[in-house]
């Protein structure tokens, strides 16, 4: 469990799919990085409509990424012989561009033809995000879908003109995005585009690669092996766009609002020290890991305090909410949380979290006299003023807290100021 530093604030996170309180963010922004290749057909593998709507492709990639988290060249290519390069940055001296003078692109074997120039796969890196919007009326689906898929319009080389000819969007370009996430029983991911490979955890799970119209797919991750309940998983997402005048993509899935495996009680500061007198406000809520889930915890919750033997207190043991009240100074105290609910549909860690809160003794000039539990309290005791533990002076009559004591301040008949213990109280 990790311990981030709130004043006088404490978050609980739990995980949860059945609690009827569930509010998702309307939308979620997923960074993704861009590469901009000309246009202008001098890249064979990005040339303005090689082959348009040739239909799908597999086994362009390989089925596992290559040691730098990339896809590498498969069994079966589709003038994507150098697809090493289409989502990297571009790096000078390659003066060898693929030959695909003949049909036959099922092959890389022919010859890198060799050109006068070294920038046919030069490439600009824009780093952006995609906002996917939950699914009305859904459980944390969401969705990216834009069927003119030109995110790159007047940005990179821009719209570059192709045989004299301008063109109306900035073609040519790919799209990789990284998503982490928890697994758990029923996750899918619905895709669909041209030349999108989904990978999980390194391993092609989608495959809808060629230059064509719009093909849709649905992977189901309970079909997947080496998946398991609250682990932590890699989804890769390869895009390129190759194909004029069309681009299409679709993205549906609820992998990326799979609240997280694992809950932690949260106190800023950490190893909060505070005064005696003071109360610090602890609060339940539930989150995802992308923080648009906000749930009231109630009963789920229950909150102890260690050491129990002495005068500071939590204002209940069970709920969303408890107050630490400090009463005893120099001391070191642990409030303890505990998720104590039903058994939940994802992977949840049940153990005990809790955070560390240190008591001062308040100023001494803030007290005329201290009165300690441990010796005898008189029935009545003369004080010429008396303060409660915050340094407030009370007038005329009231009560006050004196190290788990509640004590009133009354005036006799002779004038005198006394203070007495209140019969039958304990509460502040």
Aim: net charge negative; aromatic share 12%.
């Amino acid at each position: 469990m990790k311990f981030i530093p709130v004043v006088a604030a404490v978050i609980v996170s739990l995980v949860s799919f059945v609690l009827p309180q569930t509010i998702f963010p309307p939308t979620i922004k997923i960074p993704v990085t861009f590469y901009d290749f000309h246009a202008d057909g001098s890249n064979p593998e990005f040339k303005i409509n090689p082959e348009s709507n040739s239909g799908l492709h597999t086994g362009m990639v390989a089925a596992m990424l290559d040691s730098q988290g990339k896809p590498a060249l498969g069994p079966t290519p589709y003038y994507n012989c150098q697809i090493a390069k289409w989502f990297k940055p571009w790096t000078i001296g390659s003066f060898t561009i693929p030959n695909y003078t003949n049909p036959a692109t099922t092959m890389c074997t022919n010859p890198l033809g060799t050109v006068n120039y070294d920038t046919a796969f030069k490439n600009i890196v824009i780093y952006d995000t995609l906002n996917f919007t939950l699914v009305a009326g859904s459980f944390g689906t969401f969705e990216y879908a834009n069927s003119s898929f030109f995110p790159l319009d007047g940005r990179g080389f821009g719209n570059e003109v192709s045989q004299g000819t301008p063109r109306m969007h900035n073609y040519s370009f790919s799209m990789e995005m990284h998503w982490e996430f928890m697994y758990k029983k029923g996750l899918t991911f619905n895709f669909e585009g041209d030349d999108l490979w989904i990978f999980i955890n390194g391993r092609l799970a989608g495959d809808l690669g060629g230059i064509q119209g719009p093909q849709a797919a649905l992977i189901n991750l309970d079909s997947l092996p080496g998946l398991t309940t609250g682990k932590p998983n890699v989804l890769d997402v390869f895009y390129a766009q190759r194909h004029v005048p069309g681009s299409d993509i679709r993205i549906t899935t609820d992998i990326i609002a799979v609240c997280p495996c694992e809950w932690e009680l949260k106190l800023e500061p950490r190893d909060t020290i505070v005064g005696e007198g003071d109360s610090v406000v602890l609060h339940a809520f539930v989150m995802d890991d992308t923080g648009g889930i906000r749930l009231d915890v109630s009963s789920l919750c229950e909150w102890s305090l260690s050491p129990a033997t002495t005068a500071s207190f939590l204002s209940t043991a069970k709920g969303s909410t408890t107050t630490f009240y400090t009463n005893a100074a120099d001391q070191s105290y642990y409030i303890i949380a505990q998720y104590t609910g039903p058994a939940l549909p994802v992977y949840l860690d049940r153990s005990p979290d809790s955070v560390k809160i240190y008591v001062k003794p308040a100023p001494a000039s803030n007290r005329i006299e201290r009165i300690p539990v441990s010796q005898p309290l008189e029935k009545s005791k003369t004080i010429g003023e008396f303060y409660n533990l915050r340094g407030q002076k009370l007038q005329g009559t009231g009560t006050a807290r004196v190290d788990g004591i509640v004590l009133e301040r009354f005036i006799d008949q002779g004038g005198k100021v006394l203070v007495k213990r209140s019969v039958g109280s304990t509460s502040p």
